[in-house]
Each structure stands twice: as structure tokens, then as C-alpha cells.
């Protein structure tokens, strides 16, 4: 038993508390978290001159720029995690780490009776690869299969409570009952590094009927993610009612295309499931950029940095202006993040387009149906990755939609699914004078 009370520790200490509390070499089965749900979450480090959130260490996407002053105990704590990483991974120093600069120069730790034994003193500056901890974890995953890639990193990388430590974790969330504030921290930390299996989620809403809101639209994330399992977490809804109300803070990630991600996203990372999708395009992104190196392909970027990213923007301040990639921004879990994704996907080699007949019969159930043109997008969408097309089905379909804004997405959605690119005249002229 490990008392904790009338600490402010936020999500962020309750996200350690979870995760120590999960782990099955602890014996820690219950702690006393009186007074701890709150605290903030981020923090202005005027120590290098600039605006700065508290940074966090995401177990999932731990690839960023850190820069640490190592006499401060979290930042010693930030560098150990790290540490682990590199060997749990098992990746050598030069393959993780990118020292930027330092003060003193920096030796990397070495690991003296199960601890890191890092610098008490002193700065330093580096960026963490987490593409070095892709190629080394994820080898047997075919290049264009970004939800398999997905899936499994997750599963790589995200904790599962071991049934021996599923009851005490249960056992403090039915004792928080009726107190929605510190419910609704319990969940964002658990959302943060858990994956939760189907019955978990449905106890969590059985035991809590008051919060099933909340919990749907934080935990939502955690399942798997095909189609089954979610239409079964989707159950956990008592109602339509409740579906109504929950749908618009799930849609970004219900309608979020794994396979085919090209597109332009904007995101509240304040959201748990629009966080979600952001952190899966920085993942692809990633996860692309090692396939493109293996592949030894040309580097197409905006900024030759590699990345399928364009136009990053957070807080409505472009992001190239503080770092040279995505790749070395940690996620922050506030404010709006807005961005263009383009996939280094192309079509197979003499792979077959749709069928001239089954194109005209798609056409034409679009046209007969009463939905929105949105919805019409939305749903072109979520098919996309099952279709190739030719040319001149690309230029039926743009000439199908009335507004210049839904021809222009359609085209975004289908360009890299066009199987005689050569051919591209016959839909270019839709665009002449747009």
C-alpha cells in the first residue's frame, strides 16, 4: 500500500501511479490518492529563453526533442526512461540518441545494480529516434500495411494491466464513484499509455452509468481498432441519445483512414480521440519515413527533413519555425493542431482498377441517395483504400460534385489511388479555373 494523498499530481503523476500499479513484478496493490486529481499539467520553463509545456515522456511515441536540465530530478527521471527504451529495444547509444548540444559535454550513463546512473548536473539537448525503435521492433509487417504496423506497435508498446493487477486497478476507479472530476482524470491517464480489451470498458461504464459520456470518448482510443470491436465498444452506449451526443468527439477517429491517411486534418489534442489520430499520423509518418529509407527513395519532403506532413500548425503558429521536423515535437495534449498528410503510398504494379460497371453503379447510389455531400465524403473515405480507379473515373467523380471545396477533397482522397497517372489530362481540366 503506497498513501500518496494531498499531492497535486494531475494526470500526469496519476498516469505513473497507474502504470506502477499495473506492473506485475510490484506487489503495490492499492494507494491512498486523497486531494491528487488535481495539479497542472504543463509549465513555463523560461530556463532556455522560450514558451514550453512540461515535458512528458509518451510511452507510445517517445521520439522528440528533449531538452533537460539534469539537475532537476523530473528531467533526470525524463533521461533514465529513455535509457530503458534504448535497451529495451536493444539499440546502441548512437542508433537513439542525437546529442544537440550539451554543458558539460555529455557521456552517455551507463547501468550500475539495475540504474541508470545519470549526470546530476549540467544540460543537455538531444532528439530521441523513435524510428530507430520501429526498425528494430516491427520487421515482419509488409510496407503498405500502416494499420497492421499501427496495431502492432500499440500492442508493442502500450501497457495491459496483468490479470493478477486488473482488480486493484478496478477497485480505484469504483472508489472514486460519484466524483465526476476525479473520474474523468483516472480515465485520461489510463487512456494516455493503456490498451483496454472490450469487458474492461464495459465495466468501466457499468460501474459508472454517471460518466458513460466521458468514458466512451476517453477511452474509446484504447480499443482495437477494427471494425468488430468497435462496433461492440459502441454498444456500451445506453441509447441512441447518447450516441447522438457523443458522435461529433469520436468522429475524427471513427472516420480516420489508416490505409489511405492522405488528407487535411484538424485536431483538438484536448480530445482524447482527435489526440489519437494525431499521434497515429506522426506514427505513420515515422513509419514511412523508415520504409523509404529502406527502399532507398528519393526525399520529396517540403523541408527535406523526410516527413509526409505539410503545413503543421499548433496554436495557430507554424510549427517548422520551432522545429526542424515533427519528428522532434512531442505531442502536447492541448489546443488545436492543424496539418496536411501525404502518403508516400502508390499502387502496385499491374494491379487492377474498379470495373467501369461497379464505378457507374457507385455513381450512381451516390447520386440517388438523400445524405449531405459530406456525409458522401465521409464515406468515400472510409472505402478508399479498397479502390483503385483510372483517370477518367477520377474525372466522373469530380464532375459528380456541385461545390469546388467536396471536388477537391474527393480528388485528395482518390490521387493516390489513380492507376494510370499518365492519363492525368482527362481530369485535370475539372480543375482549370480553381
Not at 445524405?371 to 480507379?389: A, E, T, W, Y
Amino acid at each position: 500500500k503506497l498513501d500518496v494523498a494531498e499531492n497535486p499530481m494531475g494526470a500526469l503523476g496519476m498516469r505513473s501511479l497507474l502504470r506502477l500499479l499495473s506492473r506485475k513484478t510490484n506487489a503495490l496493490v492499492h494507494f491512498e490518492s486523497e486531494g491528487c486529481y488535481q495539479g497542472a499539467a504543463a509549465d513555463n520553463d523560461t530556463s532556455i529563453g522560450v514558451h514550453r509545456g512540461c515535458q512528458v515522456y509518451s510511452f507510445t511515441n517517445p521520439g522528440s526533442k528533449y531538452v533537460l536540465n539534469l539537475g532537476r530530478p523530473y528531467h533526470r527521471s525524463l533521461l533514465r526512461m529513455l535509457y530503458k527504451t534504448t535497451e529495451r529495444c536493444k539499440l546502441q547509444f548512437d542508433q537513439a540518441f542525437e546529442i544537440v548540444g550539451s554543458d558539460p559535454p555529455y557521456q552517455h550513463a551507463s547501468k550500475i545494480n539495475g540504474l541508470w546512473q545519470v549526470a546530476t548536473s549540467g544540460s543537455l539537448t538531444c532528439v530521441f529516434s523513435v524510428e530507430a525503435q520501429i526498425q528494430s521492433a516491427i520487421s515482419n509487417i509488409s510496407d503498405d500495411d500502416f494499420l497492421g504496423f499501427l496495431d502492432l506497435h500499440f500492442e508493442l508498446t502500450r501497457f495491459k494491466a496483468d490479470w493478477k493487477k486488473i482488480t486493484p486497478l478496478f477497485a480505484k476507479w469504483t472508489e472514486l464513484a460519484g466524483r465526476e472530476i476525479e473520474q474523468e482524470i483516472y480515465l485520461e491517464a489510463l487512456a494516455k499509455d493503456f490498451n483496454m480489451s472490450l469487458p474492461y470498458l464495459g465495466y468501466l461504464c457499468l460501474t459508472a452509468p454517471n460518466v458513460v459520456h466521458t468514458t466512451m470518448t476517453t477511452m474509446f482510443p484504447t480499443v482495437p481498432s477494427d471494425m468488430q470491436s468497435r462496433y461492440l465498444a459502441m454498444i456500451n452506449f445506453p441509447g441512441i441519445k447518447e450516441v447522438y451526443h457523443c458522435y461529433p468527439r469520436m468522429e475524427n477517429l471513427l472516420m480516420f483512414n489508416a490505409q489511405n491517411p492522405t488528407g487535411h486534418y484538424k485536431l483538438d489534442l484536448g480530445n482524447c480521440c482527435d489526440f489519437a489520430v494525431a499521434q497515429r499520423l506522426l506514427l505513420l509518418d515515422r513509419w514511412e519515413s523508415v520504409v523509404n529509407k529502406r527502399h532507398d527513395r528519393f526525399d520529396v519532403s517540403s523541408r527535406a527533413n523526410r516527413s509526409h506532413l505539410r503545413n503543421e500548425y499548433h496554436q495557430g503558429r507554424a510549427l517548422h519555425l520551432r522545429v526542424k521536423s515533427v519528428a522532434e515535437w512531442s505531442l502536447p495534449e492541448s489546443d488545436i493542431f492543424e496539418t496536411d498528410y501525404m502518403s508516400s503510398y502508390r499502387p502496385p504494379p499491374k494491379v487492377e482498377p474498379l470495373s467501369n460497371t461497379l464505378w457507374e453503379t457507385l455513381m450512381v447510389t451516390m447520386y440517388k441517395s438523400k445524405c449531405r455531400q459530406q456525409d458522401k465524403i465521409k464515406v468515400l473515405r472510409s472505402i478508399s483504400h479498397n479502390i483503385f480507379i483510372t483517370s477518367m473515373h477520377m474525372r466522373q467523380m469530380v464532375g459528380y460534385f456541385r461545390e469546388s471545396c467536396d471536388r477537391l477533397e474527393a480528388f485528395v482522397i482518390f490521387y493516390l489511388r489513380i492507376t494510370d497517372s499518365h492519363n492525368q489530362k482527362q481530369f485535370r481540366v475539372r480543375f482549370d479555373d480553381e
